[in-house]
Every structure is written in C-alpha cells, then in structure tokens.
C-alpha cells in the first residue's frame, strides 16, 4: 500500500496509497518537478498517518497538511469502500480529513501538491525583546519560520525558510566560525563534566569529536538528567553553539524543512489561536513567557528548546487548528525532556518530572489560551475526573457529536477503535 498511483503535472496533484512514507513520496514525484506544500520534523511518517493526526509544519500562510487533501479513498466496516470530496459527502470528507482513523482505513489521497523548489534557510540568534519588535514582520514576510527557545536564557534561535531568489541567487555569507568552533563549547563541557562525575567512560564509547550537536546534548543531559543546575548548563552551551551556527543553508525544500529532533523525548504540543497575519494577537509570545516564567518559578530540569511554529487554519473541523473564518493563524508549542538513557529506574524518574511540568502548563495556561493538545501527542488522563473534565473540554473545541454519529454509521461495531478513542470520545451504547 505504498505506491504513488497518478500524477497530473498541470494540476500538481498525486493519488497516492496511504502507507507510503514522506519521503517514499517526495522521492517518487520529483522527477515531475512536484513537492509536497509543507513538512513536519521528520519524513517517516506514512501518509495516512501524517494527515489523520494533523500533522503541521510552519508557516503562517501555509495550513496544517489534512488541508492539501482532495479526495480520499475510505475502507469502512459498514459502506465498504467509499470515494469522498469538496463535491462527494463534503460533510464527511472535511471530518474524515482529520479523521484519527476511527472513520475508515484510508486507502488512497489525492493531494495537491507544489512545485519543488530551492530554499535559502536562516538561523540567527536574537532575544524576546527584538523578537517582539519584529514578531509581525517576521510571521508574514517569510514563507516558513519557527522559534527555538531556550529556558534559563533570553535566547531565541530564530530560523527561516524562504525561495531562493532567481535573480539574487544564494546569499552570499562567510559564517563567522566553522562547525568545528560552534560545537567546540559543548565538547568542553562534556569533558569537564566527565571528569567532576562518577561516570566511567566505556571502553568502546565513541569519540567525542565524532558525534553530532544533538547527540552530544543527549550524553551531556544522560550524566544528570534532572538536576536543574546541570541542565541549565547544557542550555547555556546550547545557546552558545547556535551563537556560533548562525548562517545560512541552500536545499530543496524537502532537506531543509526537516529537523534534528535530538535522541528518545517525550514531548507534549499544544496549539492554539493567535489572531490573524495582518492582526497577530501576540498570545503566541505571552504564552512562551508564561511557559518560561512557570519553568523558573517551579525550577523544572527542562532541557532545550521550546519549539514554537505557525500555520494558517484547515477546514477540517476535528484539527486542533481547524477554523471558519479563512485568515485566523495559529501557533503549536512544543516541551520536551528526552531520554538519553536506558536505565529503567531513571527514566521512570524523567518521565514522572514530565507529566510534572506538562501538568503545570496544562493547569496555568491551555484554559487561558484555548490551546489544545496535537491528536499525535495526547496523552489519556487514568484519573476518571479528569478523563471526565478533558472530554468535556474536547466537546468545546470539536464536532464531537458530528464525529461520533459518523463512527456509529460507518463503523457500528468499533473495529477500528482504541483506547485512545473510546477513552476521549465514549459512545453512549457500550458493547
């Protein structure tokens, strides 16, 4: 079920099986000059998947990717096989775009697909005040741009992504320090901390020089994970080896989009409204302030970054981002704390200090904002109250009823459900 089945170059669209993976799929239609509008972090997703969930890149004109779905081909337990569109069931086909896989087994997409194209990345390091200086120009003059934050710092890495120019070219730009010199602060202090520590080096363990940014974090957090004091270190190293990358990167866009998410994490997304381009409401920085200041107050180990990004909005009115109103923006938060060991007893430490500081951002700031979790990244309350209080909540924001009666009438005898389903969106008649 992964093959890519049609392509119509004049209208850059393909029909796809649904398990083919991102970069099956970006693979098997460059040669038609074609790409898909956007990317999230990585590119092993397989398409059902990515678009069941929601799944986003950035962009604050560009919308959540269930947007660039045509038509969709559904394998359900009680119509069969059904084609739906804008102009066949567009009442299902918009719920079933964001379906979560409880309204049949998509088989096959459409998707409208874009020209594949050269893009100039920037990374430059700047601080909230600027940042806010700058907020509105930054979200609407550059075709993809996401913020990295970094906790304990006033740091904000700042990275766009834009066409290159065809009369411009590729900027042209000397960095200042080689990636040698960027990283060379994060192997100092590994060694200096190999040394204050208890831990014995392994014999076959790598060469230090031999690893990358991500991976060295990794092996720096391993060392004391949750000590605050610690992690505040490796911030600052992280702070100062982005200091040390700024510059600029020239790839097809389906490189560059991507991202180097660092070892094992857990990771909770929010998404939430924030205006409109021309009228950004600017909830989106308070929210990464109130985040920074409950991290201090609360003096949580929490590593970086706090990753935030934009899209437009989607007609499918089960996504987080999903609005009726055609210029509403919205930005996705991210919080994480990775694993970077596989001692049983320590990462059941990790994991209890994340629900710790998840749960913190939940109580002070989902209600405020009106931010909901990312459908990838939920997690189920085991409490029954507050099972009872997220369904509640869910009812709010999504067609839940809507949602349920197509469940019943495509899939009465919930083959296709889970856990995870019938715990956030409970049928009334039980089986």
Known sequence: MDKVLEVDKEKK?????????????????????????????IREQQIGGILQVGAHGTGAKLPPMDEQVISMKLVTPAKGTIEISKEK???????????????????????????????????????????????????SENKHVKYLYIPY??????????????????????????????????????????????VVPVKNDVDINELSFTELRDKLLALDPLDKDHVVKVNQAE?????????????????????????QQWVSETC??????????????????????????????????????WTACTKSPMSPASSTKDDDIFSWVGIIMYLPTTDARQRKEITEEFFHYRR??????WDKYSAY???????????????????????????VDAYNKARKELDPSRILSNNKLEKLFPLSDTI
């Open 272 to 309: 939430f409204p924030v205006g409109t381009l021309s009228k950004p409401s600017l909830k989106d920085l308070e929210y990464i302030e109130d985040v920074k200041q409950l991290i201090e107050k609360n003096e949580v180990p929490a590593p970086a970054p706090i990753e935030q990004r």
């Open 373 to 399: 979790e990312h459908w990838a990244k939920i997690e189920v309350p085991k409490d029954k109250e507050e099972l009872a209080a997220l369904q509640a909540r869910l009812r709010k924001r999504f067609p």
């Open 239 to 263: 702070a100062e080896f982005w200091r040390k990358s700024e510059g600029y990167r020239v790839g097809w866009s389906d490189e560059i989009l991507g991202f180097d998410c660092g070892g």
């Open 360 to 365: 913190l951002t939940q109580v002070q700031l």
């Open 13 to 41: 669209r393909v029909r796809v099986q649904a398990g083919i993976r991102v970069q099956q799929l970006v693979d098997g239609i460059k040669e038609h000059g074609l790409t898909l509008q956007n990317f999230a972090s």
């Open 153 to 198: 710092s006033d740091t904000v890495v700042v990275v766009t992504c834009n066409p290159v120019s065809k009369w411009k070219g590729p900027p042209k730009f000397k960095p200042k320090y080689s990636s040698d010199e960027a990283i060379q602060h994060v192997q100092d202090l590994y060694k200096e901390c190999l040394q204050k520590s208890s």
């Open 89 to 139: 069931d567009p009442e299902l086909f918009y719920l079933a775009r964001c379906g979560l896989g409880g309204l049949g087994v998509v088989a096959e997409v459409t998707i409208q697909c874009v020209e594949r194209q050269e893009l100039v990345e920037h990374t430059s390091v700047s601080n909230m005040e600027e940042i806010k200086k700058n907020h509105k120009k930054l979200l």
